[in-house]
Every structure is written in C-alpha cells, then in structure tokens.
C-alpha cells in the first residue's frame, strides 16, 4: 500500500462495515455530534481495524495522522487507537499534541488510554505533563488531563495534593464536570479519607459536590458503610 492511499483505503474499510443503524445509536450515546460526520462501524470492527493498520510501520501511517481534522467520526476513534498503541513516550506525546485539539466529544477523548503512560519508568514525565493538560482553555484536552490523573495515580503513586488539582477546576462545560465528579468517585473508592476531607470540606460546586456522591454512592467499589457517610453529605 503506498502512503498516499493510506487514508482512502481506511475509508473504504469503514464503509464496507458501516451500519446506519448502529450511526444512529452512536448520535444518541454522544451529544453534539454531526450524524453526516458517523460512518456507523461497531467499536469491535474499529479496534480490530486499527490493530491491522497498527501493524504496518509508522512512516505508512504519517499522512493520516497528519490529515487533520479528520472527515469521520470513526477516523478519529481510529487514529486515538493508534496513538493508545504507541510504546514510545515521546513519540506518543508528539501524536497527542497533533490531536488532541481536534477532539470533539467524549468518546473520542475517553478511548484514548497510551500504552507508554501505564509504564513505571515514565510516571514522573506523566505527572509533569497532566497539569498542562488540565490547565488548557479546550474542555476535552482539560478532561483528558483529569482522567490520566485518575487512571494513573490513585494507587501507589497517589498523593493528596493532586485532590486538589482537580477540586480547583471550574470550568462550566458538562463533560469536564462530570470528569471532575468521575475523578472524586473513583477516588472515594480508591483514597477514601483523603478524598472524604474534600467532600466534606465541600470545596467542589455544588453540582459537582452531588455529583461526585452519586457516582461514588453507585460504585461496586464503595462499601455500604462508606456510601451511608455520602448520603449525609448531600448538598
């Protein structure tokens, strides 16, 4: 395959295995996107066609993860898939930099987990580099930066400061909000009285505040014993 035809011949493998049906049910689960812009391919189908694409080398794939922004939804599950796939930091930062503002919904943004990042040696880099992303003016670029914050240090590499990164966020975009109230849940579960204090300290808006409580309160994660404490802490 030359590089050229790389982008034509993803589109022709997206529209072979395009379900309308299934395009409109992707429009209803995601607010705000254009159903002229959804192929309608099922995430199995995408995930198994990026790991085809994934295998070829990098230099094959440069004139689609260039070509931004791209024509189809789908394009862009793909091209967050072969991000997530890349072993080399730097390299990975190199392609979110390129992306990143062109994500334009939910979707997009939560698909993207980097396979560099998950790595021990690079958790320091990682930890630099959520702020910025959390300080960006793009709201999808701001909850990226909350759920790499989430994903990666809750556990060992937890400290209680980073609650505060996140309770600080005020940003009136749905979506960022309800990543500040995934993060506190996930929290609750995972650093229970550290995150505890920020609820009770009631530092989130109020919105959030009960949000955070509810995802919390519905988590399998969260005993009941916990969950009861929550309950009184309804704003």
């Not at 002229?36 to 995430?43: D, F, L, P, T």
Request: glycine content about 2%; hydrophobic content about 40%; aromatic content about 12%.
């Amino acid at each position: 395959m030359e590089q050229s035809a790389v982008s034509a011949q993803m589109l022709e493998d997206l529209f072979a295995r395009r379900d309308e049906g299934y395009g409109d049910f992707i429009c209803k689960l995601t607010p705000g996107l254009d159903r002229s812009k959804v192929i309608g391919v099922r995430m199995p189908q995408l995930r198994q066609l990026a790991k085809s694409y994934a295998s070829m080398p990098i230099e094959a794939l440069a004139p689609f993860l260039d070509d931004l922004p791209h024509q189809y939804y789908e394009q862009n599950i793909i091209h967050g898939l072969l991000i997530s796939a890349q072993k080399d930091y730097d390299f990975t930062l190199h392609l979110l930099e390129r992306y990143l503002p062109f994500v334009s919904n939910w979707a997009e943004c939560d698909l993207l987990s980097p396979r560099s990042f998950k790595l021990k040696v690079h958790r320091e880099r990682l930890l630099s580099d959520i702020p910025r992303w959390m300080e960006s003016p793009l709201p999808y670029i701001k909850r990226f930066g909350i759920l790499q914050l989430m994903n990666h240090f809750l556990d060992a590499d937890f400290d209680p400061a980073q609650l505060q990164w996140v309770a600080a966020e005020r940003m009136d975009h749905y979506y960022v909000r309800m990543g500040v109230a995934w993060y506190f849940a996930t929290a609750l579960a995972k650093q229970w009285d550290a995150a505890l204090a920020i609820i009770e300290s009631r530092t989130l808006e109020k919105w959030t505040h009960n949000k955070s409580i509810q995802k919390a309160i519905e988590s399998y994660r969260v005993s009941p014993e916990h969950k009861e404490v929550l309950r009184s802490l309804r704003q």
